[in-house]
């Protein structure tokens, strides 16, 4: 018996790895969490498979239920949003299968992040603009430790992908204005390849009430920097006179 814990991606049925789709279309109990969880991703378990809703249960409730799939010798899919590792709290989880001597395994998703930089669409580094990505989440019921506060991260000039924040996003807005400046570009995508899909692009001066304004305050991703400009320098990997390792520039 083993524990999957399976990224369901960002929403879309079709961004799930080929591995993750075949451990849900064979999957005989899963825990999948709530309402993060995009229906067409669960529309694949199959319909005699038991489910449960992580989103009512405590720690003691879902280890419960890897336990009875450890006396029927059964596998149990543990559904997390985007990719587990990020934000997942499945640490805890794994340390109660280590003391249960219950074997598990990650299966990578792809990150509301890289779906959001996919939906707007952009890219999120730019020669000499920013060559660092900071996957990060504004401090609230659980705090940052101090040198990972946002005005820490905002030294660096590097995009900000900011999880779990959109319900601050005045206070972060008005915390980067002041490294990035408020003209900087910002985008807000909100579930990200899900039917509701919504993407609002702006500055660091507008974002808030643009995104206020659609009545937006959660499940969402926050992107800033200035490699969101489409006016920034190109590559020059593809430029005619530019060499390297395959290619002599001319």
Known sequence: MKVFFVGAG??????????????????????????LVSPGVIDLLPERAEKHDSAALSLREIVSIFRKGQEQGIDIVRLHSGDPVIYGAIREQMN??????????????????QAAAAALP????????????????????????KDQELDRLAETQATLCIFLSTGQIENVVNTLAQYYGPDCPAAVVYRASWPEQKIIEGTLDDIAPKTLSEGITRTAMIIVGRALSRAIP?????????????????
């Open 122 to 145: 952009t890219e999120l580094t730019a020669p000499e603009v920013a060559q660092t990505i900071i996957l990060t989440r504004a401090s609230g019921r659980t705090p940052l430790p």
């Open 10 to 35: 960002p929403g879309d049925p079709e961004l799930l790895t080929v591995k993750a789709e075949r451990l849900l279309r064979n999957c005989k109990c899963c825990i999948y969490a709530g309402s």
């Open 234 to 250: 190109a590559s020059k990997l593809y430029d005619q006179g530019f060499t390297h390792g395959y290619r002599v520039g001319s």
């Open 96 to 113: 109660k299968l280590d003391r249960l001597g219950i074997g598990y395994e990650v299966v990578p998703g792809i990150s509301s992040f």
